[in-house]
């Protein structure tokens, strides 16, 4: 079948003063795994719940495989959802849970049968079938949850931030898992989070939601390496701020001046000569030195002297906390056994000019 | 299409659903139980003749009512038993319903059940089950008939026999207030407290007393009303010194027919009763009580 | 561990309270089977008072008005408390509170203004004599209150987003109400059923203003102890708690053993 599985157009949905949703449009492609991504109150919620018409949109479309649902209830769109606290029905059997969305197509029983068992080995639940889900544990419930929304063969999933309630352990063996059962059935999913690791681990493109509009929308690695706006840079992944002023422009950089010196960023297109700009560079793109780099200026780099003030050591890495002279704090994402100072030395912390980024000020 | 529309728009507006659904509830209320009363709001400003009311506008039953030495003493015999009682199921139910609460364990369910199944019994055959045991030929009477000692006059047909009467009736609403209360409470505050230095029974004065006051005021409410507006407690257990003000207002819709003038006095003891709660209103502050509001 | 003398107290005046509670009752159960009521002792047992009460074709027309009048109330009590019960806590609206507050408000209305200002209301304003339908609705009133606040108790636990969820896997509405939401709740509507039932059951002043001259069970014990308490009294008390009794284990057993919960949390 040709063309998207979701078209939204021009979708808005309001609560009283609030707008939600606003003015959203968005296409998803067949077989692809769609995270959208907010703080809380971003509207991220709101908008799944109007795809699967559980919410109505005041204005806009909804289109599900080509048909416009926007009029019909949740239970005319075939969509599954994999909802945050699971939902499984406390009084049916995992089996009963599982096959409740065939029930209500009034599938023959032999195909209820044959689906329920491709979805008990799929979600490795087997033998689990007559248990009560308060007789499982919670990655279980989870994936009963999961065979639950999939049973159907849905044309779309919904997850709603289906990790949020399992410990960290367990979350990160269900992320790959659930990726894993997406790419074999080549459904697509929409997973709806606040946890930029999941988002990023799972999903191929990324919509990052703030007060109802996307910020930025693209693949994962677009989203991390080019964020479009200062509240992208700030959400997703770890990165200082610095904020300054454009002195000047030379080549394809802007020497922005601020307290502590002058580095050099790539030109954003909306800054003028003289107006206000927040710079973000990520911990991991910089690195750290010993202070007899002092003086050698490196080509292609910026570079800031300061005190090492305290290592966090994280296990993989390690955080550098650099104070420098004006005050600030720099964190530099190093690995830990690189310890090139202690505590109180003077250190140099260094980057390439093409790694940062920066925002018109009122922007953030 | 306009089947469509339709459920579109009730699920637009689930105010709609909402009416649908309380609507019938209220409405049932609103007749049932409003409009009567209403209706006997305006029957106490008419006038009764053989038996039938006349729609003769005066304030001649409140004149009456207020004017008469008897129903003075009635009022203020009811309203004076209804106070007591409710003091005296507040100081017996509180103990009782915090030891069950807190230590009831396992078995606070089965006491406190076996506390509230009297109240369905009904009024008339418990009141008959404690004549059994309090009348003239009851068995604490006879008992002391049989071995020779005179009957205590103070149980037979007296203001304290009636008092007794419904502190049997009602204690079991003020108990089961309470404990409602206290099971929704969380004891360990009262370890914070003590560890902070609050002695037991200031912990409770702190804490425990005022998180639970609201279902407090709801027991003392429900006590109260029935209290006040009595009329077969004193009828069979209480003598001629008992005659309460329901007593006399059921002889108004009864023997004597005078229903504006029992109109009145059911518009009395009703604003009295609202008068109660009403007092008792300004003491439920709901950001004191520990009410989160998640609920509604 | 040491029990302290404030717990003493406290189990102390527990047992008092359910001597002075089931005191009388225990006694007229006592009697009820004793040959002579007024001093019955040593016990001599006898069947008499309940052979009388059978036999009394007062008490037998009685018994069916009050069990008809109680199933009545109690079904109409149901339905109300139950729709109003969802009603209040599935959707919002601006008059949730408004409509709570009018479904708890006949609690705090005594039985006998409800009794004679419906009797007055009945009469003059809609020209109607004392009838069971009016007497229903009268005790369905209090019923309803009653039935609503156990309802919503276990109702306030309910996720009303597992009909979020049933509803995206494809449940119309109303099959998802029976589907999903009764199995959960059926014990409270019950319960309310139950409760009701028994009120207006054993209920003397609604009834006795409302009725006019049909007897029920309680306005006959009412005349019949005017002239004192005879032996068909203490039949009639003893068989009346003993159903209370049975219906209130009964209750107790299902929660107890977690069969349901009637919407009560602290088993």
């Not at chain 1, 005190?307 to 296990?315: A, M, S, V, Y």
């Not at chain 2, 406190?112 to 008339?124: D, E, H, M, N, Q």
């Not at chain 2, 089961?176 to 037991?200: H, Q, W």
């Not at chain 3, 009685?62 to 009545?72: F, R, T």
Request: glycine letters at 10%.
């Amino acid at each position: 079948m040709a063309g998207a599985t979701l078209e939204l157009e021009s979708v808005t949905r309001r609560f009283g003063p609030v707008t939600a949703v606003d003015r959203t449009d968005l296409v998803i492609e067949q077989g692809e795994f769609f995270a959208l991504l907010g703080p809380s109150g971003s509207g991220k919620t709101t908008l799944l719940r109007i795809i699967a018409g559980l919410e109505r949109p005041d204005e806009g479309r909804v289109l599900i495989a080509g048909r416009e649902v926007t009029d019909l209830p949740p239970y005319g769109r075939n969509v599954g959802m994999v909802f945050q606290n699971f939902l499984l029905f406390p009084h049916k059997t995992v089996a009963e849970n599982i096959v409740f969305p065939l029930r209500m197509q009034k599938a023959p029983r032999a195909h209820r049968d044959e689906q329920l068992k491709w979805a008990l080995s799929l979600l490795r639940l087997d033998g689990l079938g007559e248990r009560y889900p308060n007789e499982l544990s919670g990655g279980q419930q989870q994936r009963v949850a999961l065979a639950r929304g999939l049973i159907a063969r849905p044309s779309l999933l919904l997850l709603d931030e289906p990790l949020a309630n399992l410990d960290r352990e367990l979350r990160s063996e269900m992320e790959v898992e659930i990726r894993r059962y997406q790419k074999q059935l080549g459904i697509p999913f929409i997973y709806v989070t606040h946890n930029q690791e999941e988002a990023l681990t799972m999903s191929d493109r990324i919509a990052v939601m703030r007060n109802g509009r996307f910020e930025q929308i693209g693949a994962k690695t677009e989203i991390y390496t080019n964020p479009a706006s200062a509240f992208v840079a700030t959400f997703v992944g770890h990165a200082n701020r610095i904020t300054g002023g454009i002195a000047a422009i030379e080549g394809g950089y802007a020497r922005i001046d601020w307290g502590g010196g002058s580095i050099l960023a790539p030109h954003p297109a909306a800054a003028r000569c003289g107006s206000g700009v927040s710079y973000f560079v990520k911990h991991e793109d910089m690195e750290i030195h010993g202070a007899g780099l002092n003086g050698k200026r490196q080509d292609g780099t910026n570079q800031l002297a300061g005190t090492l003030r305290d290592i966090i050591f994280k296990g993989q890495t390690a955080n550098y906390i650099v104070a420098l002279p004006t005050g600030e704090d720099i964190v530099v994402s190093g690995t830990p056994r690189a310890a090139v100072a202690r505590p109180n030395d003077a250190v140099i912390v260094s980057w390439p000019i093409d790694a940062g980024a920066c925002f018109p000020r009122e922007d953030a | 299409m306009t089947g469509m529309s339709l459920r579109a728009a009730s699920r637009r507006r689930p105010g709609l659903r909402f009416a649908a659904l309380v609507a019938p509830g209220v409405l049932f209320i609103v007749i049932g139980l409003m409009l009567p009363l209403l209706a006997i709001v305006v029957f106490s400003f008419w006038r009764t003749q053989s038996y039938e009311l006349y729609p003769d506008w005066s304030f001649d039953n409140y004149r009456t009512l207020f004017g008469e030495a008897a129903y003075r003493t009635f009022f203020l015999r009811s309203l004076v038993t209804a106070v007591l009682v409710t003091a005296i199921c507040l100081v017996c139910g509180w103990p009782v319903a915090y030891f069950i609460a807190r230590h009831g364990g396992r078995y606070r369910l089965l006491l406190v059940l076996l506390l509230a199944a009297p109240f369905f019994t009904g009024v008339i055959l418990r009141i008959a089950a404690l004549q059994g045991l309090l009348g003239p030929v009851g068995l604490i009477n006879m008992g002391l008939n049989v071995v020779g000692l005179p009957p205590i006059e103070a149980l037979m047909y007296t203001k304290l026999a009636a008092g007794l009467g419904l502190v049997y009736l009602f204690i079991p609403f003020m108990v089961t207030a309470i404990y409602l209360s206290l099971v929704n409470f969380n004891f360990e505050l009262l370890e914070v407290a003590k560890i902070n230095g609050a002695r037991p029974w200031r912990a409770f004065i702190e804490i425990t007393w005022p998180l639970n006051w609201i279902g407090t005021a709801i027991g003392m409410v429900l006590v109260f009303i029935p209290c006040l507006a009595n009329a077969v407690t004193p009828r069979f257990l209480g003598g001629p010194e008992a005659t309460s003000l329901g007593m006399s207002l059921s002889g108004q819709f009864g023997e004597t027919g005078t229903w504006a003038l029992g109109s009145a006095m059911g518009v009395f003891l009703f604003t009295v009763s609202l008068l109660a709660i009403f007092c008792l209103a300004p003491t439920i502050r709901l950001k004191r009580s520990g009410f989160t509001g998640a609920s509604l | 561990m040491k029990t302290s003398p404030a717990t003493l107290s406290m189990s102390a005046a527990l047992g008092l309270l359910y001597v002075f509670l089931y005191g009388p009752i225990g006694y007229v159960i006592y009697t009820s089977f004793a040959a002579d009521i007024v001093w019955p002792f040593p016990p001599s047992f006898t069947l008499q008072a309940y052979a009388d009460l059978f036999s009394s074709s007062l008490y037998s027309e009685a018994l069916v008005n009050s069990l008809m009048l109680a199933a009545g109330a109690a079904v109409i009590s149901t339905l109300l408390a139950g729709a109003g019960a969802i009603g209040i806590l599935r959707f919002r609206s601006r008059y949730r509170k408004a409509a709570l507050l009018i479904f708890i408000a006949p609690l705090f209305v005594a039985d006998l203004l409800i009794g004679i200002s419906v009797l007055a209301f009945n009469a003059r304003v809609l020209g109607l004599p004392g009838n069971l339908i009016s007497a229903m609705a009268a005790n369905a009133i209090q019923g309803t209150a009653f039935g609503f606040l156990i309802i919503l108790a276990q109702l306030v636990r309910y996720n009303w987003d597992m009909d979020d969820a049933a509803m995206v896997f494809g449940a119309k509405p109303l099959r998802c109400f029976f589907e999903i939401t009764l199995p959960t709740i059926w014990p409270s509507l019950f319960g309310a059923f139950l409760i009701s039932f028994i009120l207006a059951f054993n209920n003397l002043e609604i009834s006795f203003y409302t009725l006019g001259a049909i007897p029920t069970l309680p306005s006959v014990a009412w005349g019949s102890l005017r002239f004192g308490l005879g032996p068909e009294l203490f039949a009639l008390a003893a068989l009346v708690n003993g159903f209370v009794f049975v219906v209130f284990a009964a209750m107790y057993l299902l929660m107890r053993f977690g069969v349901v919960r009637f919407g009560y949390r602290g088993v």
